[in-house]
């Protein structure tokens, strides 16, 4: 199994470019089941999430056509599709559940793998079940399979989430694309990510407009167009080497984000230290050795982000004093704060609320990673750690960093994959 080593105690200097989102191209990938017309889809990351989903959507018959270089890929739809999506391309990654709305949409039938457990929480589809069922899908679940129809196609319905769910969200928004008449949803989730898949639908034509902060009206329409669309830069990964900078006390420049798309944690980061500098289309960040301890709560955007709670606690460990950080969307989130205890960190959970200790100097270790954001947690924690650590299990990490050794290693990181 592959491993990462890093030796701490390099101040990271010099340009990132921020690669395309992850999390904006799963459910575009998933949306261009709707369409029998040719899609080309640019700035994918390369990413293994993205490789899975591309793997789904070959599995069902779609005629895909890449070309990894330019990171972009055209996809045709066009043929007899299967609307089955196996266990074990769903199990890895659950976004697969992604597929469900435009099966739904398109075939009025769909069998699809439950996303099954993941380590920050149970994670269920209820949400995205229950919604769908007031457009007209009937569905069993059995055999760890969801098995689901609309005999008589998808009817838009008048639909208020329960809870702010971006997966959920986003098949909503999908199936309503095809469905017969008009679709308004209300309490969406608002990510940036949602607001890039609703652009790419109506880029391929269909009718969606903005009615309110959280309320979107979707017509649907039968027929799509030929289209080309170049995906979102990935916030996260922009918000994870803003991190790097400020944790290493280093300096970068990150190239290819809007400042706008990630002002939540730009006003964070300042608030505590960290001095950034805005420009179109990128950001100078210039950390410090005096960085003030705070609170934070985790939200649905525009608040902070739980894909960056791990990356932050990293730097609150730094801190002057006590801070709090309030995981607010996942329950189990905080598996990596006993990794970074063995490295020194001294930080306590109760319930949903973590108490990290500042003016820690953490220490190497070996190190096992547990999801996707804890592995690059650890990497960031092993920058700053005294002498040579080990982190373990980076296949995680590899479902969502594109070249991350490269892009560190380029700002003066000393790190390496060994097999
Ligand atoms: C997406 C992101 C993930 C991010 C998360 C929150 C992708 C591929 N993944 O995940 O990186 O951390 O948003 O910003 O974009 N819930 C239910 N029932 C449901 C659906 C969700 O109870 O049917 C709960 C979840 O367990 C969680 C909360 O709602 O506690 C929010 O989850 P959701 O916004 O749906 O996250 P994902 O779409 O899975």
Redo the contacts with the bound molecule.
């Keep these: 199994m592959q491993k990462l080593e890093v030796l701490g105690g390099k101040k990271l200097r010099g340009q990132v470019d921020i690669s395309g989102s ?2 904006a191209s ?2 575009i990938l998933a949306a261009t089941i709707l369409s029998e017309e040719k899609i080309c889809l640019t700035n994918l990351p390369r990413v293994k ?1 993205i490789e899975t989903m591309v793997n789904l959507l070959k599995s069902i018959g779609s005629n895909i056509k890449r070309d990894s270089k330019k990171k972009s890929l055209s996809i045709t739809n066009n043929k007899k599709l299967k609307f089955f999506a196996p266990y074990n391309l769903v199990k890895t990654m ?2 697969g559940i992604l597929v469900l709305g435009p099966m739904l949409a398109r075939f009025h039938k769909a069998k699809v793998s439950l996303p099954g457990g993941c380590s920050i ?9 229950n919604c769908l069922s007031k457009l007209g899908v009937e569905y069993k679940i059995s055999n760890g399979y969801v098995y689901a129809s609309a005999k008589n196609g998808l009817v838009g319905a008048r639909i208020k989430f329960p ?6 969200t ?1 098949n909503l928004i999908i199936a309503a694309s095809r469905a017969k008449g008009a679709t308004i949803l209300s309490n969406c ?1 608002i ?1 940036p ?1 949602i607001k890039d898949l609703v652009n790419f639908l109506n880029k391929i034509g269909a009718k969606i407009k903005w009615i309110g902060k959280r309320t979107v009206k979707i017509f649907g329409v039968k027929k799509f167009k030929e289209s080309k669309y170049k995906i979102m830069p990935d916030r ?1 990964e922009a918000g994870t080497y803003m991190i790097a900078a400020a944790i290493t006390e280093g300096k970068i420049l990150i190239k290819g984000i809007d400042p706008k798309l990630i002002k939540a944690e730009i006003d964070l980061l300042k608030k505590i230290g960290v001095k950034i500098f805005n420009f179109k289309n990128k950001l100078k960040v210039i950390g410090s050795n005096d960085i003030k301890n705070t609170i934070i709560k985790t939200a ?2 525009p608040g902070f ?3 960056l709670q791990a990356q932050i606690m990293v730097l609150l460990c730094k801190a002057k004093g006590l801070s709090i950080i309030s995981e607010e ?3 189990n989130r905080f598996m990596h704060c006993g990794e970074l205890n063995r490295m020194g960190a001294k930080i306590i959970i109760k319930g949903s609320k973590a108490y990290i200790s500042g003016n820690i100097k953490l220490k190497s270790a070996e190190l096992m990673a547990t999801d996707l954001r804890a592995s690059v947690c650890l990497i960031l924690a092993a920058l700053i750690a005294k002498g040579k650590s080990t982190i373990n299990r980076i296949y995680h990490l590899d479902r969502g960093y594109e070249s991350i050794e490269k892009k560190l290693r380029k700002i003066g990181a000393k790190i390496k994959r060994k097999s």
């Design positions: 992850k999390n799963l459910p999430d659950r976004a929480g149970t994670r269920p589809i209820d949400i995205h079940l809870k702010i769910s971006v997966g959920a986003e989730a990510e990510e996260i649905p955007y982000p739980t894909d969307i996942f329950e």
